[in-house]
C-alpha cells in the first residue's frame, strides 16, 4: 500500500542548479498538491493540480513549476534553485469520495547552499 | 476559506483526556472542520473532520458548538505517541487548505 511517494528525501544543491521533486500516487485521486513548510511554521500551499492537464497556483508559486501529464504523477521543479528554498516539501493527494481527506507524502528535505 | 486560531501549545497528562480547541468564527455554511496531525516531520496526517454534528472516529472524537464558529479535538486517552502539532483547518473541502501553526500537544509520562 505505497499511497504517496515523494523522491529524493533528501537534497542538496548550489544556488542556481535546477532540480526536480518527484511525486506519485497509487490511489487514482484526482486532486495533488505540494506544500513547504519552514522551520516553526506551518504548511504553505506551492501548486495543485486538479487533475491531468489542469496546474494552478498556490500561496507561494514563485520559482516553482509543475505539471500533471497522468493522474499518477505530479513533479516539482525548481527552476534556478535560491537559499530561499531551503524547506522541506510534502506532496499530497486527496480523496473526494471521503471528504477531501489529504494523504500526504513522507517529505523531501530540501538545502539549497 | 476561513481562519481559524489555536493555542500554540498544550500539555497533557498520559492516559487523560486531550482537548485541543479551534476557533474558526468567521466559518460559513458550507465549510467544513477538518483536524490533522504531525509528528516529529513526518507528512501529516488525518484525524478526522466534520460540518454540524458531532463525530467520531477510532482516533478521536470531533466536537463543534451549535453556531459552529469553534470547534474540540478530543483524544481520549492520549499516550505519548500523540505528541505531535494538531492543525485545525476550514475548507470548503477544496484543494486549498490553509493550515496555520496549530497547536504542539506534549503528552507527559
Known amino acids: 500500500n505505497a499511497g504517496v511517494t515523494q523522491t529524493p528525501k533528501f537534497q542538496v544543491l548550489k544556488t542556481g542548479q535546477s532540480m526536480t521533486l518527484q511525486c506519485a500516487q497509487d490511489?487514482?485521486?484526482?486532486?495533488m498538491s505540494w506544500y513547504r513548510q519552514d522551520p516553526g511554521m506551518g504548511l504553505r500551499l506551492i501548486h495543485y493540480?486538479?487533475?491531468?492537464?489542469?496546474?494552478d497556483q498556490g500561496e507561494v508559486p514563485n520559482g516553482y513549476n509543475v505539471s500533471r501529464s497522468t493522474t499518477e504523477d505530479f513533479p516539482l521543479r525548481l527552476l534556478s534553485a535560491a537559499p530561499s528554498q531551503t524547506s522541506v516539501y510534502f506532496c499530497?493527494?486527496?480523496?473526494?469520495?471521503?471528504?477531501?481527506?489529504?494523504?500526504f507524502g513522507e517529505g523531501s528535505w530540501l538545502t539549497v547552499v | 476559506d476561513a481562519k481559524t486560531t489555536q493555542p500554540p501549545s498544550m500539555d497533557c497528562a498520559e492516559g487523560r483526556a486531550a482537548n485541543l480547541p479551534c476557533n474558526h468564527s468567521?466559518?460559513?455554511?458550507?465549510?467544513?472542520v477538518y483536524w490533522y496531525r504531525q509528528i516529529h516531520s513526518q507528512g501529516p496526517q488525518y484525524i478526522i473532520h466534520?460540518?454540524?454534528n458531532n463525530e467520531t472516529n477510532e482516533m478521536a472524537s470531533l466536537i463543534i458548538t451549535e453556531d459552529r464558529k469553534s470547534s474540540t479535538l478530543i483524544l481520549p486517552h492520549a499516550t505519548l505517541r500523540d505528541t505531535a502539532v494538531y492543525y485545525c483547518?476550514?475548507?470548503?473541502?477544496?484543494?486549498?487548505?490553509?493550515f496555520g501553526t496549530g497547536t504542539r500537544l506534549k503528552v507527559l509520562a
Open positions: 490511489m487514482n485521486h484526482e486532486y
Open positions: 499530497a493527494s486527496q480523496d473526494r469520495s471521503s471528504g477531501n481527506t489529504i494523504y
Open positions: 466534520g460540518l454540524k
Open positions: 483547518i476550514v475548507s470548503r473541502g477544496t484543494y486549498k487548505y490553509i
Open positions: 493540480s486538479v487533475g491531468a492537464g489542469i496546474t
Open positions: 468567521t466559518i460559513s455554511g458550507n465549510e467544513y
